[in-house]
């Protein structure tokens, strides 16, 4: 392979950047020549490409967001965009490509793969919700953004004795508010993979009010509830006097964590490896500390859920 492509697509997270300067550096080492197509899949199809050098991913690993950018592509969902996007990769004799983003931006380079173009995915995604990876990039950053959040409103809360529920994303996948919530201590933790009784819920939190508690905090994943449509549930249950606090898109802001920028360092080097390979069709992602990859059709084929037992150690650590 002399050049390849490398664009993010879907929801942007931070280490996306490291991710891309990964891919350039490492194709730039072994001698092969590579694109930038700003914009993911739309920018494909409209044919916003430019070659980068080494001096284009200066300066970026350090930075969330994207120096891509990212979009979402309808038109791109069906063959007719896809063969579009592959004429615009032709035209500029891109051989193959390397697809940074999450489940969606997955199914678009399956797509490609099918159309017989060489593509290979990275796990970029705050959501840690994609199969074949114990993590995605971005996700550890988030994680961090949150427990700032988390102890924060702590300080708050129990200067004031307040309940305060905190929604965080996670639309399908509860990780984000797993982790948060052990890390974070909090006492309560709403995933879409486990149901909640709120007569429960109250329980707990008036036994821990007795107890001398004088705050308690309960995260709430988005896929769950919203935060102020839960926060009347608990009010309605326990009469506690409630607040709420949506965190939104500060979770896919900021710097990447070392442990991001190093992920996203190892994967999208082990992409380029794979494109030379000219093993197309394949992601990759990290497993026990191993860089690992998998054909699409088994990512898709497997379910990515959360660890049940740290769940359960969320509970037991709660009380
Ligand atoms: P993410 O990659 O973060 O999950 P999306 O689900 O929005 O984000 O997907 C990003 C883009 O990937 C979509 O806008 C679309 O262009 C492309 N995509 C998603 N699903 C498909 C599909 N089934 N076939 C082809 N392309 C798809």
Redesign the pocket.
């Known amino acids: 392979m002399k050049k390849i492509g490398v664009l993010t ?3 942007d997270s931070p280490g996306m950047n490291a991710a891309v300067r990964a891919v350039v550096r490492k194709a730039i080492y072994h001698n092969i020549e590579v694109y930038g197509i700003f914009g ?2 739309t920018g494909m199809i409209h044919g916003n490409i430019k070659k980068l050098e080494l001096g284009s991913v200066g300066d970026i690993i350090h930075r969330g967001g994207t120096m891509l950018y990212s ?4 038109e ?2 069906t063959p007719a965009g ?1 063969q579009q996007g592959i004429e615009q990769l032709n035209k500029h004799g891109i051989e193959g490509l390397v697809v940074i ?8 380079a399956e ?1 490609l793969t099918e159309q017989g173009y060489a593509c290979v995915g990275v796990p970029g ?1 705050i959501d840690n919700d994609i199969a074949g990876t114990q993590y995605t990039i971005g996700f550890d950053t988030a994680l961090n953004t949150v427990i700032d959040a988390i102890d924060k409103i702590r300080d708050t809360a129990s200067s004031h004795e307040r309940t305060f529920i905190i929604e965080v994303m996670g639309r399908d996948a509860g990780d984000i508010a797993l982790w948060a919530g052990l890390a974070g201590g909090a006492e309560t933790i709403l995933i879409p993979e486990v149901g909640y009784n709120i007569n429960e819920i109250g329980t707990r939190l008036k036994k821990g009010l007795e107890r001398g508690k004088r705050h308690s905090i309960i995260i709430v994943a988005e896929g769950v509830s919203s935060g102020a449509e839960f926060a009347r549930e608990v009010e309605k249950a326990t009469n506690f006097e409630t607040r709420v606090s949506v965190l939104g898109h500060i979770q896919r802001g900021g710097s990447p964590t070392a442990f991001d920028r190093v992920l996203a360092s190892r994967l999208g080097s082990r992409a380029v490896e794979l494109l030379i390979d000219k093993k197309g069709g394949r992601a990759v992602g990290i497993q026990n500390n191993q860089v690992v990859d998998y054909s699409f059709e088994e990512i898709f084929s497997k379910e990515k859920s959360i660890d049940f037992s740290m769940y359960h150690l969320s509970q037991e650590l709660s009380i």
């Open positions: 697509s879907g929801g993911g899949y979009a979402r592509c309808e791109f969902k896809q983003g999450g489940d969606g931006s997955y199914r678009g797509a995604t």
